[in-house]
């Protein structure tokens, strides 16, 4: 629906994570931001996205990740849902996709993700059947636990791409949750798994790089690095990589593929005055304020904040985010600061989960009082179980 007003205090853009929480904790500390606040966002639903590894893995049922876009607005926000089409961020203002023109004294991006299923040849005509699936759409993502369910054998393909992704660990997660049904269902023995990977390493902090290289090596994985997906020949079931160093073509046949698309910031925010020289919103590492614009701010994947895009990041940015924004208003010094937070729980097979937690400098920055390179159990069921609460009654909400 239409807000009733062309001008807001704060016009937020994006009602995924990072807009929904924002827009709750402003609300939560400023009584005079009622009914002052818009969320711009034309999807019908927000989903749960760091459950769809579950649900590719037949654990969790997708419907639970889903909730009506309406349900999770706070009260006192204006739902306006259309997209952005042009960012006018020297006249406060901005053009939404029904070609409306709105005004703005303070503009929160957080905007997500673009995933860009056409940077790779063939994938769009082939994802979701002839053995092509990808955990990072809801509705491909059942086909994922159709394909793996139903595997006899033979060449077993992961791949992650050389762009950003949201939740960086998601493209291994599903390999080995793949993997140990594998062994379950009696198949392993008849099953290469292979890791087509664009990155160097397995993981970016050393200290869970080295624990994951002890999984891989369990597993018997045949993990390749710096290689990327460029072409799927669906025809022929043949996977096409690049040798990011050596430019070298390789062909990997194989029986089923997920695969991890690459993917970009949205088109609206590339291509405006926003942008940095990659296309990313240009924000303060520490205060996330724009660095040309001073009543802009930028959180999430859309960002270029230097850390993995996941949602836990999002939970450390939007407090930063919403303080800095009232101390703007209130024209004091921006003290709040983030520090790169971001956390992967990476799921090394049923029932087994290693935490990682890390800051911008790659330093581990555990919350938990003991070694969480260590596979458990108990994080397992804090993904499993707890964090979908948390995120719906807590981060959402404002109140962690």
């Not at 929160?108 to 002839?130: F, P, S």
């Not at 009232?326 to 010094?333: D, F, H, I, Q, T």
């Not at 600061?337 to 920055?365: M, Q, R, W």
């Amino acid at each position: 629906m239409f807000g009733l007003k062309n001008h807001y205090k704060v016009v937020i853009v994006g009602g995924g994570s990072g807009g929904i929480s924002v827009a709750s904790r402003l609300l939560r500390m400023s009584h005079s931001l009622t009914n002052d606040i818009a969320i711009l966002d034309p999807a019908d639903y927000h989903y749960y996205q760091p459950l769809w590894t579950l649900v590719g893995a037949g654990v969790s049922k997708k419907k639970v990740t889903e909730r009506p876009m309406k349900s999770v607005i706070p009260e006192g926000a204006d739902w306006i849902q259309e997209g952005v089409t042009d960012f006018w961020p020297d006249e406060d203002s901005l053009t939404t996709s029904a070609g409306h023109r709105i005004s703005y004294d303070y503009l929160v991006v957080a905007a997500g993700i673009e995933i860009h299923w056409d940077g790779v040849k063939g994938l769009k005509d082939t994802i979701g059947k002839n053995g092509v699936c990808s955990n990072y759409s809801y509705e491909y993502v059942d086909y994922t636990w159709e394909l793996i369910r139903s595997f006899k054998g033979g060449n077993a393909l992961f791949t992650h791409p050389a762009t950003p992704v949201k939740c960086g660990g998601a493209p291994q997660k599903i390999m080995y949750l793949a993997e140990d049904f594998f062994q379950k269902s009696g198949v392993r023995s008849g099953t290469n798994v292979i890791f087509g990977s664009a990155n160097p390493a397995i993981f970016d902090v050393a200290k869970y790089r080295e624990a994951l290289e002890k999984v891989v090596e369990r597993k018997q994985i045949d993990a390749r690095f710096r290689r990327s997906l460029i072409e799927i020949r669906a025809d022929q079931k043949e996977a096409v990589f690049e040798h990011l160093d050596t430019n070298e073509v390789e062909v990997i046949p194989y029986d089923m593929i997920h695969v991890t698309p690459p993917m970009r910031s949205p088109g609206f925010i590339r291509e405006s005055l926003l942008a940095d020289d990659n296309g990313w919103v240009d924000v303060h590492k520490y205060t996330l304020q724009h660095n040309r614009y001073q009543n802009v701010f930028g959180l999430g994947d859309s960002s270029n904040l230097p850390t993995s895009k996941t949602g836990a990041a999002i939970r450390k940015q939007a407090p930063v985010v919403a303080e800095n924004l009232l101390s703007l208003m209130k024209e004091e010094p921006l003290k709040a600061t983030y520090d790169g937070y971001s956390s992967c729980p990476l799921v090394t097979g049923y029932n087994k989960l290693i935490l990682a937690e890390f800051d911008y400098e790659k330093t581990p920055t555990e919350s938990m009082p003991f070694n969480q390179a260590k596979e458990r159990q108990s994080m397992y069921i804090l993904k499993k179980d707890l964090l979908p609460v948390m995120y719906w009654d807590g981060m959402l909400k404002g109140t962690m």
